[in-house]
């Protein structure tokens, strides 16, 4: 496996002149800025990682000529908080990519969904937002963007589910097949796309597919922004080459008694000590959106599960059965195994349901609850027991 | 209790009576007012032309979207992991001490409202509080008790 | 077409068929639950999971169109693993007292349950975790959260077949649940009471208020005459919940098991709604004259039936302004009470207290409009009970009776006796139908010019129906009808009446007469009605309907000797001051939540 050590970068934040940035991207057909995107490898930062040049190529490819590009800044996974902080630093970059992805995909709209807990960016972002419009007029850019707001449900961070929400509705997800680059927002073709995958474009644009290759592995080209959270003497967001393995990452922003780290969020996976050295962070290994919490030796693991639980318990949108039911089995369950009341073996049937929960469910939040669940009775059976 | 009166109506000539209007004005609602009112709820449903249960039922599925009595100032405490480690307890306590309210609760003169609520996106400065829209972050006791006498005092 | 694999054998179907659908083709049963074929799809109990080759997850065969290519397999043991755990989670939110829900064996939840989850259940019960509420303040049906499983249909049914919404989804998570606007009782929404929902609930969460108890009471009380009517649509749907298949037409056996029930009498609504149409017909003609001969500006038209109690609810919250456009005759069922706690009474010579007036309906608003204080012209309650199909299917079997070798019987006389157009009042369209029969003829002194007396463009199962008959060649009486178009439109379920109302509302509608029946397909579609119900059991209850109106002696309201004897000796005639007294009514402006 390819390890690419830890190695800081500066890229997200990196100071441009977006105008120039966007002049040659105005110059640019849609077919060279999606085989740039193809190119440089670039997959969704928000987590699930689905290659961003196909996205906006399947997107691009769709007859009907009212498109839509959505920035998803609905960041609610527990332990990110990097969209908030390219919005509050950046946010220029953040349209800008939006302006790229429009021209790619041939849409002339595009919307900001910001989740409610970021509303006091609102003001800032709307005179950043209002100096963006005029300075793609000039360039001839015909896009202009909206901003959205959420108000508080997690569960909107789901492509579909944040459509319903733009819509007016509760979000809840949708059926798929049809995906969204075919009828997404309105039933109307729609890239959605992560804050930080966009501003990334915008930097592959400015720098080059290849520049952007030289970062990462194979499966995981290029460096992402990291949340960091935890038991860590250096709490915050970094910039990291993607390749690195746990261990790598723990020596960095451990405390020295690091005993594992969640990657990629409550719904993401948890790592024990033993497995640092052989996992690698990236999409070949454990992906993230970016969350990594690290968890110490005094912290009970029983705790961490019982928290990730009750946050699903309200969380999930509540309209598939596995889902909505299979949480609260799940929290009651290793309640009950906690307190005695249930035998330990009574995990066993728990993990068979967290894995018909990942098979059944009817989006991702539904399916990912399983990863956390199994992952951290798996490697910290123990501690749920006893 | 507040009185809706033209608000519905304003709120939806800004923000249009179609579908997709709801929640812009249901947000500016709970802007306004922290909450909404069976009243407002009812309005709203007559503006956009949909029915009062599918507004309750679009509000009621956002934590933001109060459908029940709020106070003047909403603190929302984070209860998700990292806060949960870092003292959130403590920050809660200090609250319910000063406030003499649980979490849920209301003041009695309508001030201050307590909730917890799930992860804020403040983990590497937990624990973190929301009052109304505005963060506070790396909080202790003193310093959320400084917070909220600041509070009192507008 | 596609091509495709389930369980290895090659299918092929139209491009948008469902996995679901495509599986029904090779006869591959795979169980669903929130799915049903009146509603969109939902794709949310995930009870009908697949496994198709090649993909991370299983798919929801319902939701799920078909691609060429694809390879599907319904039971494999990931697919059976799911479902059970599927299945098992449901039971575990469920208050599973099956031997005293009232949906017991009639329960798809139950059926799910045999198949795949008997024996041990490995979850907790989550029962008592949640704060469930039981709501019986509707007189027509009872709401038990206990019972629900979330899978939605009632919601749908409320807003894509009725329009209301009276129901929706509220809160997420593990408080998710069906309220009603911020969980007030039924009984003080908006809710029409059209029973719809019950229809297509999967288990015991909405089911009707039975009154099978206090029948039973009254028809054992020696002081009491139990006195019962049927409905037109309950003659060719009972025989489903008795063994038969849908579309069997068993009036002879009903009254015969009926008369074997222990009621006293055993009339028919069918001579009521032969009443409706001398009554809704001359204030029809009546409203005509005033606003084309005398220019009365106040009349208002298009006159709208007043037969069917959910749309008489709609009307009242959703359109208050169209009051006035309703016929004032109450419904059948009504005018049969009225008329049996006094004309019937003083004809039998009874004591009127002594009466007691059920009524057998294919609906379950007809409880609401029985509770309506309007509905005590007599002096009484006018009717006492309203049984759905299903409760007199229940009384049925709890007395024992062998309903298939049932020898055929007659309606007892006064009030028994009826026509054709009475009984095609069952189906959408047949209000109209026997409204123009009679309305053509007394203009006129013909019969209406269509063959054999069967007005064909007001049948039918479309949404919104018009028609316009020129009215040529009128009597004396009439002439200034000469030469007339008359335009009628009839619309049912109430997504449909809404879409009249908004013409209406926008001053679009060109219509002098409207027929509106809240369900769909009209009362035989009713949501008294047995259960399941989808458009194929419709149309054969309705093709069943008009079979029943052609083997009639006579097939127009006026011709029907009671009704005739009645204006003879009672009424006077249509519209008469006692008629107005007992057969009509007013309405009342209700919340709009």
């Known amino acids: 496996m390819e390890n690419k050590g830890l190695t800081k970068v500066d890229i997200i934040f990196e100071k441009i002149d977006p105008k120039e940035v966007l002049i040659k991207a105005y110059k640019m057909t849609s077919a060279e800025i999606i085989q740039n995107m193809l190119d440089s490898g670039l997959k969704g930062r928000g987590g699930a990682g689905f290659p961003t040049g196909l996205k906006w190529k399947y997107t691009a490819a769709e007859k009907e000529p009212e498109k839509y590009i959505i920035c998803n800044a609905d960041e609610g996974e527990p332990g990110t908080f990097k969209d908030r902080e390219i919005l509050d630093r950046v946010s220029t970059k953040v349209h800008g990519g939006m302006a790229i992805a429009g021209k790619a995909i041939g849409a002339k709209k595009g919307i900001v969904y910001l989740r409610g807990e970021y509303r006091y960016l609102l003001p800032k972002l709307m005179i950043e937002l209002a100096s963006f419009h005029k300075m793609i007029k000039e360039i001839g850019f015909d896009f202009s963007i909206e901003y959205k707001m959420g108000s508080g449900a997690y569960i909107c961070g789901e492509e579909s589910a944040l459509f319903e929400s733009i819509e007016g509705k509760r979000g809840e997800p949708r059926n798929k097949p049809p995906y969204p680059t075919v009828s997404g927002v309105y039933n109307k073709p729609t890239s959605i796309n992560n804050v930080e995958t966009l501003v990334t474009a915008m930097m592959i644009i400015n720098h080059g597919a290849k520049n952007f290759t030289q970062y990462g592995t194979k499966d995981s080209r290029g460096s992402k922004v990291f949340s960091v959270s935890g038991d860590t003497p250096t709490p915050g967001i970094f910039e990291l080459e993607l390749g690195m393995t746990v261990q790598q990452f723990v020596t960095e922003f451990g405390d020295g008694d690091t005993k594992a780290v969640q990657v990629g969020g409550a719904s993401g996976f948890c790592v024990p000590r033993k497995k640092f050295a052989e996992t690698i962070i990236g999409f070949e290994g454990v992906p993230t959106g970016g969350s990594m919490k690290l968890f110490n030796s005094s912290r009970s693991m029983y705790n961490v599960l019982h928290n990730y639980l009750d946050f699903f318990n309200e969380e999930s949108c509540g309209q598939c059965t596995p889902c909505r039911v299979g949480c609260q089995q799940l929290l009651k369950g290793v309640e009950k195994v906690k307190k005695g009341e249930a035998k330990s073996t009574y995990l066993n049937e728990l993990i068979k349901l967290a894995d018909s929960m990942k098979i059944a469910a009817k989006c991702g939040l539904g399916q990912s609850v399983g990863n956390a669940f199994k992952s951290i009775v798996g490697n910290f059976r123990e501690e749920i027991i006893y | ?154 | 077409m596609i091509n495709l694999l389930i369980n290895d054998q090659k299918v092929s179907v139209k491009e948008g068929t469902t996995v679901l659908a495509a599986a029904k083709d090779l006869k591959i049963n795979i169980p669903t639950l929130c799915n049903h074929d009146d509603l969109c799809v939902a794709g949310n109990c995930r009870v009908c999971v697949v496994e198709q080759k090649g993909a991370r997850t299983l798919i929801a065969s319902c939701a799920t169109p078909v691609t060429e290519g694809m390879e599907i397999h319904t039971n494999t043991l990931k697919v059976r693993n799911a479902r059970k755990h599927v299945v098992e989670l449901l039971l575990s939110e469920h208050r599973a007292d099956c031997t005293k829900c009232y949906k017991n064996q009639n329960c798809e939840l139950q059926s799910l349950a045999n198949e795949f989850a008997f024996g041990e259940h490995v979850f907790l019960d989550l029962v008592e975790d949640h704060n469930y509420t039981i709501d019986r303040s509707s007189p027509s049906f009872i709401k038990d959260d206990s019972k629900c499983i979330r899978c939605q249909r009632c919601v749908r049914t409320c807003s894509e077949l009725q329009y209301i919404s009276a129901i929706s989804v509220a809160n997420k998570g593990s408080h998710q649940k069906i309220s009603s606007f911020h969980n007030r009782p039924m009984s003080h929404v908006v809710c029409t009471n059209c029973g719809q929902c019950v229809n297509r609930c999967p288990t015991g969460a909405l089911v009707e208020k039975t009154y099978i108890d206090q029948v039973w009471d009254a028809i054992y009380d020696p002081d009491k005459h139990v006195v019962v009517q049927t409905a037109p649509a309950v003659r060719v749907a009972l025989g489903e919940d008795l063994g038969y298949d849908p579309g069997e037409r068993v009036t002879g056996k009903m009254v015969n098991a009926l008369r074997q029930l222990g009621f006293n009498s055993v009339l028919d609504t069918d001579f009521s709604a032969d009443l409706t149409i001398m009554e809704e017909g001359t204030e029809l003609l009546v409203r005509l004259k005033k606003a084309l001969v005398d220019g009365d500006k106040k009349i208002s038209l298009p006159m709208f039936t007043s037969c069917s109690p959910g749309w008489i609810k709609f009307m009242e919250h959703k359109y208050p302004e169209f009051l006035p456009n309703l016929s004032t005759c109450k419904s059948p069922q009504q005018m049969f009470g009225a008329l049996a706690k006094t004309y019937y009474a003083k004809k039998r010579n009874l004591d009127p207290s002594k009466i007691v007036s059920v009524s057998i309906m294919p609906c379950v608003a007809k409880k609401f409009e029985a509770d309506r204080p309007e509905m005590r012209a007599s002096g009484y309650k006018d009717v006492d009970y309203v049984l759905t199909t299903r409760e007199l299917a229940v009384m049925i079997k709890q007395a024992g009776i062998d309903f298939r070798n049932l020898e055929d019987s007659n309606y007892d006389s006064i009030m028994g006796d009826s026509t054709g157009a009475a009984v095609i009042f069952g189906a959408t369209g047949g209000v109209m139908e026997a409204a123009l029969r009679t309305a053509y003829e007394i203009v006129t002194g013909r019969e209406v010019p269509f063959g054999n007396l069967e007005i064909t463009p007001v049948r039918g199962m479309e949404g919104v129906k018009e028609a316009t008959i020129k009215i040529e060649g009128c009597v004396d009486a009439w002439k200034f009808l000469e030469g007339a178009e008359l335009k009628v439109a009839i619309a049912h379920g109430l997504i449909n009446a809404n879409k009249i109302m908004k013409l209406t509302r926008e001053g679009k509608a060109p219509y002098h007469f409207v027929e509106i029946m809240a369900c769909p397909g009209g009362c035989i579609g009713g949501g008294g009605q047995p259960i399941p119900t989808n458009i194929k059991i419709r149309e054969k209850r309705m093709k069943a309907i008009y079979a029943e109106d052609v083997h009639m002696v006579r097939r127009k309201s006026h011709e029907n000797p009671d009704v005739i004897a009645i204006y003879n000796d009672f009424l006077e005639k249509p519209n008469s001051h006692k008629s107005h007294e007992l057969l009509h009514t007013h309405y009342v402006e209700r919340d709009n939540y």
Not at chain 2, 53 to 59: H, L, P
Not at chain 2, 100 to 120: A, H, M, R, V, W
């Open chain 2, 1 to 154: 209790m507040y009185q809706v009166g033209n608000l519905v109506k304003e709120l939806s000539d800004k923000h249009g009576r179609v579908r997709e209007s709801l929640m812009p004005i249901l947000q500016d609602i709970v802007q306004k007012h922290n909450y909404l009112t069976d009243e407002a709820m009812v309005e709203v449903a007559r503006e956009l032309d949909i029915s009062a249960a599918e507004v309750y039922g679009t509000a009621s599925f956002y934590t933001f979207l109060d459908t029940q009595v709020k106070g003047k100032y909403v603190i929302r405490v984070c209860k998700t992991i990292t806060c949960s480690m870092k003292g959130k307890s403590e920050i809660i306590q200090t609250l319910e001490d000063m406030l003499k309210i649980k979490p849920g609760e209301t003041t009695g003169d309508g001030q201050f409202s307590l909730i917890e609520t799930n992860c804020i996106g403040w983990c590497h400065k937990a624990p973190a509080i929301l009052i109304n829209e505005l963060p506070y972050t790396e909080l202790t006791p003193e310093k959320v008790s400084e917070i909220i006498k600041d509070y009192m005092q507008k």
